[in-house]
Every structure is written in C-alpha cells, then in structure tokens.
C-alpha cells in the first residue's frame, strides 16, 4: 500500500478547491472587513443605505461560512476518498507496468532482468521485427510463472499475461467506483485501457490452429496498449505527484 504524505495530501487538497470562487469570497470578505472598520460611523450617504449594508453584510456572512463548510467538509471528504483510493489502487496500477514492462522485455530479448529495462511504450516496428520471430506454439518462453513449474507455450503466456493485466485493471476501477472518486479524465483513461484491443487476444488466441501462426500480427494492438497504459500512468503522476521508477520512452 502506498503511503500518501501529507505534502501530497495537501497539494490534492489545493487541486480540489473552486480556487477562483473562493478568492471571489476573499474579496467580498476583505470589502465587508473595509466596510464596517472604516465606513460604518459615517452618516448614511442615501435613505436606505445602512439598510443595503446590513443586507450585503449578511450575504458576505453566508458566502464565508458556506465558503468554508465546503472546502472543508465536501472537498475534505473528497480528498479522503482519493487518498483511499490512491494507497490502493497505486500498488496495482505500478504491478501493472512492471507485468507488462517484463512482458515487452520477454518479447524483445527473450528473458527479463530487473537491471535492463525495454523501451516502453516500444516502437511498432521494434515489436514487430521480434515478435514476427515467435510462434504462437514454440513452447519455449523463457518465463514460469512462480505458481508453476512448467514451461508455458507463447499461446498460454500471452493468454496468461492478458487476462492477470485485465484482472488488474478490472480491480482498480473497482476501487473508483468503491470510493466514489470523482475524476472523470482518470475514469476515461482507464476505459479505453480496457477496452484495448490486446485485451480481446483471450478470445481470439484459443482459436487457432495453424501452426506457423506468428504473434506479430498483433503487434499494434499490443503497441495501442502500452500507450493507453503509459496515459494511464501519465494521469497518475499528474494528479497525485506519484513516481513509477520505470524509464518511459518520451
């Protein structure tokens, strides 16, 4: 779970504040201060002119005090529920990326090691070129999956890798709609992530059975892909001053 720090909780906090109303709010506060420290023991300008004071008074009162009931109590209580939101979700959002960081890295190197990370999102004709050499049957991945000690077919592996990264994503906007978050753009950004193409090689995969069939005919959605997830980091970073640790190709 991700700590979020005071420094970050209070810089969501400014982010949610109708900041130009409430310096409209400032300014009618500071005239009401003026008013009454400095105009109030002169003689009434017009008849009815202590009358429209007491009014203007009254309103910059009501102003003030809803001013502060909702910057504290509705965007307070909006600022909790993406806290929540964000030391949940962020974990898997980041498990996400490094999965399909690994998966690039298996693609285009044949194995994966922590210390040399593949270009992310890759080029299309990167992905391509190396995916044009794998067969959906070569049951020679170089990658076991720590619940298994058998060797996965690329038919499997992908199958495999596509439905634990939809599971992921299925989660976190679990967590959205759970804490009731109220960021549209991020809600966006997560729908078409899952609405990716790649995400449709589950249904199409167990489908074939040519032998020489290549993985290369998916590579752009597989490129499509990185890109919705790299917005979906992008987002993340922007609104919660969160990092990733991974070197995303600009």
């Not at 023991?41 to 008849?47: I, K, N, R, Y």
């Not at 009358?51 to 909702?70: H, N, P, Q, W």
Request: proline residues 3%; neutral net charge; charged residues 25%.
């Amino acid at each position: 779970m991700e700590n979020v720090t005071n420094r970050m909780a209070i810089k969501l906090y400014l982010k949610r504040i109708p900041v130009k109303f409430t310096l409209m709010v400032l300014v009618l506060f500071a005239v009401f201060v003026i008013k009454i420290t400095y105009f109030d023991f002169l003689p009434e300008l017009f008849q009815g002119a202590n009358k429209l004071g007491m009014v203007f008074e009254s309103a910059v009162l009501a102003l003030v005090i809803s001013t502060i009931f909702y910057n504290v109590v509705t965007v307070g209580d909006l600022v909790r529920k993406e806290k929540a939101f964000l030391e949940q979700s962020f974990p898997k959002v980041r498990q996400l990326v490094q999965m399909n960081i690994a998966f690039t890295s298996v693609i285009l190197k044949g194995n994966y090691t922590s210390e040399s990370f593949p270009q992310f999102p890759t080029d299309l004709e990167t992905l391509k070129e190396s995916m044009s050499a794998i067969n959906y049957f070569e049951r020679n991945t170089p990658v076991c999956y720590a619940d298994s000690m058998l060797a996965y077919d690329w038919r499997e592996y992908m199958n495999e890798h596509v439905n634990k990264s939809k599971e992921l994503c299925n989660q976190i906007i679990e967590m959205y709609s759970l804490f009731r978050v109220e960021h549209k753009e991020l809600l966006s950004r997560l729908s078409d992530f899952k609405n990716s193409a790649f995400f449709g090689l589950v249904t199409k995969v167990y489908r074939i059975k040519v032998q020489d069939h290549k993985i290369s005919m998916y590579a752009k959605d597989f490129s499509e892909y990185q890109h919705e997830l790299r917005k979906v980091v992008d987002l993340y970073s922007d609104s919660y001053d969160v990092k990733f640790d991974v070197p995303f190709r600009g």
